[in-house]
């Protein structure tokens, strides 16, 4: 099943981790009147297109780039989604 | 069904949208040797904990606190997941 590939990738803050960026967007949230939201992480969401040779390779080789380049493995956890495309 | 909600938030620029930071992205993992990477689209995860009468009134907030603060409707696309928590 070789081809092209697409991969969802999730970022998120270890849950330990402080998330200023998303505290203010919880004070923003609450000062436009959405007073019932009461926490708000902020994480990335990216979108990668690939080719490989089976389902399996583009599995490893997302896994390997997430770890070495798109997450920070010291503050920060990823998953990812991925379909042939 | 009041209670607490959890909503998980996909921001992602819209496709006719240029993306240089996924473009970095893309060239520095070819740079690292995944060169099989064609394309790479960084968007915004975003975690909101919510409270909210039922799921359909938790639903039209998170909508509107989409439109209205979270994503930007001029180049941003956004969908979200809701779930009882």
Redesign the interface.
């Known amino acids: 099943m070789g081809g092209q590939y697409s991969a969802q990738v999730?970022?998120?803050l270890r849950p330990s981790v402080l998330d200023p960026a998303?505290a203010a967007?919880q004070v923003?949230?609450v000062n436009?009147g959405?007073d019932?939201?009461?926490?708000?992480?902020?994480?990335?969401?990216?979108?990668?297109?690939?080719?490989?040779p089976s389902l399996e390779l583009a599995h490893r080789?997302v896994d390997?780039?997430c770890s070495?380049?798109?997450a920070n493995p010291v503050i920060e956890d990823y998953r990812f989604d991925l379909t042939a495309s």
């Open positions: 999730y970022i998120t998303g967007v923003g949230l436009l959405y019932m939201v009461s926490q708000v992480r902020i994480g990335k969401y990216i979108q990668l297109t690939l080719e490989a080789e390997r780039a070495q380049l798109l």
